[in-house]
T-cell receptor, first 110, second 114 residues
Framework: QKEVEQDPGPLSVPEGAIVSLNCTYSNSAFQYFMWYRQYSRKGPELLMYTYSSGNKEDGRFTAQVDKSSKYISLFIRDSQPSDSATYLC??????????FGTGTRLLVSP | NAGVTQTPKFRILKIGQSMTLQCAQDMNHNYMYWYRQDPGMGLKLIYYSVGAGITDKGEVPNGYNVSRSTTEDFPLRLELAAPSQTSVYFCASVDRVVLNQPQHFGDGTRLSIL
């Protein structure tokens, strides 16, 4: 079993849709949870981060962590074509040695 | 402000050749990392460094070597290139190990070994 599981997609949605991206994990020691966005032929850039359980909102993006279920989510409201990218979840036990999911490719059509 | 700079952007090697992937950061970050990203496999940590002169293995270190003689530079060395090392390599850095300091990534080196 992989330490972090993420559906690779692709996930295709029309512009304006609400997007839900998810990861599950098996290591209960993970405390820090991050979402990175990666455009084609570019390095990952940090979108959201949370510590422990709960929700965090930043503009159109909301990150949720449910440690009891070992499940994290990223919601994108009013999705735009510029949101088309690969979204990687990442997590760590607190020492910045990140474990990444495989990434979900998102396509937002105009 | 250049951030994290990786060179070269692309390279084709023959089996058995050696090369060094360069990584430089101008943010005076202490921590630096090397990852490889294979299709459908996410990023896997190869080596990391917490400061000049200090390096440690990550999840997939076999076939690679690193050194950290300065704060700015963290080169990754492939001694005997093998087809299994065909991948996209990313270097990242971060100032301190705290939650509100994200890892800054370079744009990667695409390496093909034939």
């Amino acid at each position: 079993q992989k330490e972090v599981e993420q559906d690779p997609g692709p996930l295709s949605v029309p512009e304006g849709a609400i997007v839900s991206l998810n990861c599950t994990y098996s290591n209960s020691a993970f405390q820090y949870f991050m979402w990175y966005r990666q455009y084609s032929r570019k390095g990952p850039e940090l979108l959201m981060y949370t510590y422990s359980s709960g929700n965090k909102e930043d503009g159109r993006f909301t990150a949720q962590v449910d440690k009891s279920s070992k499940y994290i989510s990223l919601f994108i409201r009013d999705s735009q074509p510029s949101d088309s990218a690969t979204y990687l979840c990442a997590m760590s036990g607190g020492f910045q040695k990140l474990v990444f999911g495989t990434g979900t490719r998102l396509l937002v059509s105009p | 402000n250049a951030g994290v700079t990786q060179t070269p952007k692309f390279r084709i090697l023959k089996i058995g050749q050696s090369m060094t992937l360069q990584c430089a950061q101008d943010m005076n970050h202490n921590y630096m990392y090397w990852y490889r990203q294979d299709p459908g496999m996410g990023l896997k940590l190869i080596y990391y460094s917490v400061g000049a002169g200090i390096t440690d293995k990550g999840e997939v270190p076999n076939g690679y070597n690193v050194s950290r003689s300065t704060t700015e530079d963290f080169p990754l060395r492939l001694e005997l290139a093998a087809p299994s090392q065909t991948s996209v390599y990313f270097c990242a850095s971060v100032d301190r190990v705290v939650l509100n300091q994200p890892q800054h990534f370079g744009d990667g080196t695409r390496l093909s070994i034939l």
